[in-house]
Every structure is written in C-alpha cells, then in structure tokens.
C-alpha cells in the first residue's frame, strides 16, 4: 500500500523527489505558480494522469482524490530574516499556507509535511506561527516541528529550515520529531593495504585513533587531502567548510549580503559532487593568480570568476542542484528544456533538500505503516 501525496507549491520537486526514492509515496498531483519551475517538473517527472493546478487559491479541494499526505514549502519570503518580514497581515504570499489549510479542512488528509524558513519562528514575536498551530489544531491536527540543517543529510550545504508534520488525531497518533545527531558517511577505503599504508577518503568518517598507533598513518590509515573549499561570494568573505545556503539569489555574483553566495576554491581536481562540465563553466575569469599570491578581496565591481592554480569561481547551475540533493539526470532532464542558468540558479534556491524530505519520510512511513486508521 502507498501513501499517495498531493505535492503543493512544487517547484522543482524537492519533496516528490525525496519521498519517491524511499519508495512507498505515490504522487496524485501537484500545484505550481511559475511556469518555468512547472516546465523543469515535467521534463524531471512526466507525471502522466495527475492532477496539475497552476494556482493553489483556485483548486476545489471536492475535485480531488483521496489524499494521505499533503506536502509543501508554502511561501517564505514573508517570514524570511532576510527580507522584510511581512507576515500575514502585509504580504499575500504568507497567506498561502492557508491554501493547505483549506484544503486539508476538506480533504482531511492523514499526515501533513510543510517546511519553511526558521524566522518563521520568531516572526511577529511567535504570533504568525502560533497562528498556524491554532489554524491546525482547529482542523483535528497534533502537530510535530523541528528545525533541520541540510549538511547534516549528506549534502554540503548549511541550510536550516523549520519542518512541521501534523497528524490528523482522529486517525493517526503523532510522535516527537527527535532528530540529534548528524548522518555521518562510512569509511570509504581508497586504496587496499595494511594499517598505514591503505588509504582512505577523507568524504568518510574517520578511523579511531589509539594510543599505540605507532608508524606513518598509524591505525588510522592515510586519508586523501581535502580537494575544495567554499568562499562568501561577497564582501568581508570567509572560507567555509560547507557552502552557505542556496538562494533564489544565487545567479547575483559577488554581493552586499554576508553569509550567502558560496563560491568554490579548487587546490587541485575537483571533487566529483562538485565537478562542473566544461559548458556549465561559463563565468571566465578577468584575473588570474599564482597558487603563492595573496588572495585579492572580492569587491562588487570587481567580479573575480575562474583562477589558475589556486582558482575561484561561482558554482554552477548543476552545482547548485547537488547541493540540494537532486541527480544529474533530473538536472539534465530541465536543462534540455532550455532553460537559463539564472531560472537554474533561482529554482535550486527556491527548492527542499531532496536528502532531508527522504529522512523525513522515512519517519513518517514507519508513524503510517504502525497503525493509522486510514480513512
């Protein structure tokens, strides 16, 4: 038995992509407003037979079919700490998670999955989303919210959003969301050999290490030398060990804001969840260094791409997708569309991490397969 989805505000289809590669999730539908995000979901999914509604304030909810799961990342731009933070009174994007709302008050869907930006939180001093608890306990739902970060998934990525599962209490007992660790990548052996002589990736986890190590490498092996760094495309930038978050700005080159834009330092081949084809390089470089030079400061008229050597230079569309945990065919899938790089750049920004929405299915599956009265 699958548990069908209704898949709002899609975009790209972080959350259909998460879902599907856990199996299990079957999609009736989804809901987009841009039309070339709708173009790119098509091209990646062919859904065939589904229900499609380009605006969520137009769907009659007595129209669709049976529904288990609604998901979405309604609108955050009103609750982001990085605009203006309207909320609902001020800004009619933040009056879309009402959409669900309605349509969950006639649907009666078991289970709910919505994310957003975390000053959702803290907007209006708690209001706005005590506002939207109220709206769901209103219409049956008990309701579970954590805040997660992307690079804690499998993605290099920092990238906190608040995730809300409701469960509707007539027909399915919720659970904390718990989430306390972070997945970590098993060893990863490179090359074969005795202790201090093999070699190991240093994308795994490392080897316990022991007071009688003793020789080179010891009991923990030898590890590959990192290959990439990111770098703040923006003033006053810093090196990070993970790139900051994707944003629909990504395509604005070096920028005023701190803490976005993530840019790539290369020291040798780059690693392959980085690695751009030739023709997705297309910011050439106006300046060239040494691997000994001083690093120039990035300025907002001084628009650095490609270095020799030591080099940095944007990420790229494709990049930008990785990062948010979606498969090169999906990525070529929209290109062959023709598709700019600045609706790439915007999409990406604008999507879920695919890695996390997987997690949370996960745990969502196993609340439904446990015992929900389903209708």
Same mark, same amino acid.
């Given at each position: 038995m699958s548990i069908k989805f209704f898949d709002m505000f899609s975009g790209i289809? +972080?959350?259909?992509?998460? @879902?599907?590669?856990?199996?299990?999730?079957?999609? %009736?539908? =989804?809901?987009?407003?841009?039309?070339?995000?709708?173009?790119?979901?098509? &091209?990646?999914?062919? $859904?065939? *037979?589904? =229900?499609?509604?380009?605006? &969520?304030?137009?769907?009659? $909810?007595?129209?669709? $079919?049976?529904?288990? @799961?609604?998901?979405?990342? #309604? $609108?955050?731009?009103? #609750?982001? %700490?990085a605009g203006r933070r309207l909320g609902f009174e001020d800004d009619t994007r933040g009056t879309l998670f009402f959409e669900i709302a309605r349509i969950a008050a006639v649907c009666r869907p078991t289970l709910l999955l919505l994310e957003n930006v975390p000053g959702l939180l803290s907007h209006d001093q708690g209001r706005s989303f005590a506002t939207i608890l109220n709206a769901l306990d209103e219409l049956g739902y008990d309701v579970t919210w954590q805040v997660l970060n992307s690079k804690d998934f499998g993605v290099p990525q920092s990238r906190n959003r608040v995730y809300i599962i409701g469960f509707f209490r007539e027909r399915c007992a919720g659970e904390i969301l718990s989430y306390n660790g972070t997945n970590t990548t098993p060893i990863i052996q490179v090359l074969p050999g005795t202790q201090g002589n093999r070699v190991y990736s240093d994308q795994g986890v490392g080897i !316990? @290490? !022991?007071?009688? &190590? +003793?020789?080179? +490498? *010891?009991?923990?092996g030898l590890y590959l030398e990192t290959q990439q760094s990111f770098i703040d495309m923006n003033e006053d930038a810093k090196l990070t060990e993970y790139a900051r978050c994707v944003t629909a700005r990504q395509d604005s080159g070096i920028s005023k804001r701190k803490g976005e834009h993530s840019g790539v330092i290369e020291t040798s081949p780059p690693i392959p969840i980085l690695t751009p084809e030739k023709n997705e390089a297309r910011q050439n470089g106006r300046r060239y260094k040494t691997p000994n030079e001083p690093m120039f400061t990035l300025t907002a008229q001084d628009r650095h791409g490609i270095i020799c050597g030591h080099r940095i230079r944007k990420l790229t569309p494709r990049e930008c997708w990785r990062l948010q945990g979606f498969k090169d065919e999906q990525f070529n899938r929209a290109l062959e569309t023709g598709l700019s790089d600045s609706r790439l750049y915007k999409m990406a920004g604008n999507a879920v991490t695919v890695n996390v929405i997987s997690y949370l299915g996960e745990f969502i599956k196993k609340i439904y397969m446990r015992g929900c009265d389903i209708a």
């Open positions: 289809g +972080g959350f259909r992509s998460g @879902l599907e590669a856990i199996g299990g999730f079957e999609c %009736i539908g =989804h809901c987009e407003i841009d039309k070339y995000a709708n173009q790119a979901y098509n &091209a990646i999914y062919q $859904p065939k *037979g589904e =229900h499609y509604y380009e605006d &969520a304030r137009t769907i009659n $909810p007595s129209t669709l $079919p049976h529904i288990d @799961l609604i998901c979405g990342g #309604f $609108p955050c731009q009103s #609750f982001s %700490i !316990t @290490l !022991t007071s009688g &190590a +003793g020789g080179v +490498g *010891g009991k923990t």
